[in-house]
């Protein structure tokens, strides 16, 4: 009767461990950086030429991680970008610093090599700063703050045109 309990105990164990890697093949989520998913792969795609230094940010972003088309059947990735900060509070009361948001929308295109439009939307990003009463520090700020923006946005604009593509590739 003693030798039955332990016997139990490991059959037991065994008939667990063979269902469980039974069940760990029934999964059917397939993650976007897995082995098949779409965000591994590189999607070379055409890129408009920059009209100002945030466009040119969020393309450099880009073609690091999606890399750059040598083919013109390659579809084109065309951004335009517009900017704007604000203050964050209202008072009537004098401070020696200030905070702001600055913020940077994009207008997103991915165009077929036929001229047809396949995605067409906006997606936007902010970035906090302090200004105070120095001149060059405010405006390096709001700079800073712009392109910290921009990069942020770049990361948004990479997975809006993964989701593009992935749609595209079904």
């Known amino acids: 009767m003693w030798l039955s ?4 105990r490991n059959v037991f164990v065994a008939l ?3 269902g469980a890697t039974g069940l760990a093949g029934c999964t059917g989520l397939t993650p976007v950086y897995g082995e098949r998913g779409i965000g591994t792969e590189r999607h ?4 408009a030429d920059p009209q100002n230094r945030l466009d040119q940010i969020i393309y450099q972003e880009l073609v690091l991680r999606f890399g750059r088309a040598t083919d013109p059947a390659s579809p084109t990735v ?6 704007d900060t604000r203050r964050l509070t209202r008072s009537n009361v ?3 610093s200030e905070q702001r948001e600055a913020r940077v929308k994009a207008l997103i295109e991915l165009v077929a090599p036929d001229g047809s439009i396949l995605l067409s939307t906006t997606r936007s990003a902010a970035a906090l700063y302090t200004i105070d009463s120095q001149v060059l520090a405010e405006t390096e ?6 392109e910290r ?6 990361e948004t604009v ?3 045109l993964l989701g593009a593509l992935s749609q595209t590739a079904t």
């Open 158 to 160: 990479r997975l809006t």
């Open 44 to 47: 070379p795609l055409n890129y």
């Open 141 to 146: 700020a709001e700079r800073e703050a712009l």
């Open 5 to 8: 309990k332990p016997l139990f």
């Open 94 to 96: 004098e401070r020696p």
């Open 149 to 154: 923006a921009a990069r942020e946005l770049a």
């Open 16 to 18: 667990t461990l063979v």
């Open 78 to 83: 065309r951004i335009t970008t517009s900017s």
